[in-house]
């Protein structure tokens, strides 16, 4: 939760100078890019306008065998083989082929960090001019810079603007408790358009509520949601959530994680999709700083990676629309008939290969690496 650490007043000095690579965001995608170029001998800055992990971004709940291969393995504070789906009129319950892990989001990312060798600092970015980045504490630049700040796209000529923009819009509380399942709620009570969820994470739970229609305000369903468990509405966190692709290039500028819009439609699941395209956007930077690649050439190849799933995200935006269409009952005895073990198995295998943990643990990252491999 929100510790406040980053520099203040006379602490926050002029910050400016040449880099090899400018990561701009040290959440998910930008430490995953990092990741990549350990070793490399490039000369890497990182800046955040918080200090490494200091403020939660998400649920954090993702695939246990991505943490694993992750190196994270130790943030994680629960593990769950079922996902509980609760509707008005019936609970499915599917028993997951794969597991799900709730972590804690300051240790994830002090582990992420640990395996980097670049420099931090945390600087606000403001905007940039051609390869040179515009920060409260100063002007940096660098021949290769990463946008890794989430769904503002802050270093594009062309921003979102919500609600007019592709976005869902998420809010939670983190009550102290616990819990046993990892539960979700398609409830038109809470959210016309979206679901719920509470999430445990060992000694405190997650409870919030999402919308696809960025129009609709959650606070009071989410407060609402809290209230119905017997929760606490305490200590809120939200964010907007992108739910469409995006060019993962453009101005020389390469875009990772919810700046790239790699957060997956319907199911708001964008940190494995953060850790896959910034492994691939920092197997792209590395072959460049150990001059097997020319700049242009990484872009082109990176871009056409992360447009080569632009079907996955175009097929999960299009349920992401039907579900709230179906009438309840009909939904419920649809989820109910979806419980077949062979089902649940073939349907969440898939959703797992469009960013499939394989892809961080092969090839290995101090090798040379050939031309990237779709995880599909
Ligand atoms: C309420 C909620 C719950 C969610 N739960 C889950 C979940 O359980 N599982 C899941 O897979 N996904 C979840 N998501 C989606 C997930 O959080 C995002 O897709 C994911 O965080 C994207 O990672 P990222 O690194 O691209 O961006 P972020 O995690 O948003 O990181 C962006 C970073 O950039 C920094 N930054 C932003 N602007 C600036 C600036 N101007 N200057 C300097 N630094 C800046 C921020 O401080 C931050 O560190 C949830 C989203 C919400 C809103």
């Not at 800055?45 to 709940?61: F, K, V, W």
């Not at 769950?80 to 509707?87: E, Q, R, S």
């Not at 197997?283 to 460049?288: G, H």
């Not at 394989?358 to 290995?364: D, N, V």
Request: hydrophobic share 40%; charged share 25%; with cysteine.
């Amino acid at each position: 939760m929100p510790r406040r650490a980053t520099k203040r007043g006379a602490e926050r000095t002029p910050l400016a100078g040449d880099y090899d690579l400018l990561v701009c965001g040290a959440s998910f995608a930008g430490l995953a890019v990092a990741r990549e170029l350990a070793g490399s001998g490039a000369r890497t800055l990182i800046i955040d306008r918080y200090e490494i992990g200091e403020r939660q971004t998400s649920a954090c709940a993702a695939p246990t065998e991505w943490l694993e291969a992750m190196g994270v393995g130790a943030s994680m504070r629960q593990t769950f083989d079922t996902l509980v789906v609760n509707t008005p009129h019936a609970t499915a319950r599917f028993h997951l082929p794969w597991t799900f892990s709730t972590f804690d989001y300051h240790e994830l990312c002090g582990l992420l960090w640990d395996q980097c060798d670049a420099e931090f600092d945390t600087a606000t970015v403001n905007g940039r001019s051609a390869t040179t980045v515009h920060t409260d504490r100063g002007a940096i630049t660098a021949p290769l810079v990463v946008d890794a700040l989430g769904w503002k796209r802050v270093l594009s000529a062309s921003g979102y603007q919500p609600p007019a923009a592709p976005l869902s819009r998420g809010l939670e509380v983190h009550p102290f408790g616990a819990g046993d399942e990892l539960e979700i709620w398609i409830d038109r009570d809470y959210v016309p358009a979206g679901y719920s969820w509470s999430f445990p994470a060992s000694d405190e739970v997650r409870v919030g509520v999402g919308s696809f229609d960025p129009r609709f305000h959650v606070r009071e369903p989410t407060v609402r949601l809290a209230q119905d468990l017997e929760r606490e509405a305490v200590r809120f966190q939200g964010n907007w959530i992108p739910h469409k692709l995006r060019a993962a290039t453009g101005d020389g500028i390469f875009f990772v994680g919810d700046s790239a819009g790699h957060c997956l439609p319907l199911t708001a699941e964008g940190i494995r999709t953060a850790f896959y395209f910034g492994i691939a956007c920092g197997r792209e930077l590395r072959r460049v700083v150990e001059g097997r690649a020319e700049p242009a050439t990484a872009r082109r190849r990176y871009r056409d990676f992360s447009a080569a799933h632009e079907w996955h995200f175009r097929w999960m935006l299009r349920v992401q629309k039907l579900v709230p269409r179906v009438p309840p009952r009909l939904l419920a005895a649809a989820l109910k008939g979806m419980e077949r073990g062979s089902f649940v198995d073939w349907s969440f295998g898939h959703y797992l290969r469009i960013a499939h943990p394989s892809f961080a643990r092969a090839p290995s990252r101090k090798a040379q690496q050939p031309e990237l491999q779709l995880a599909t």
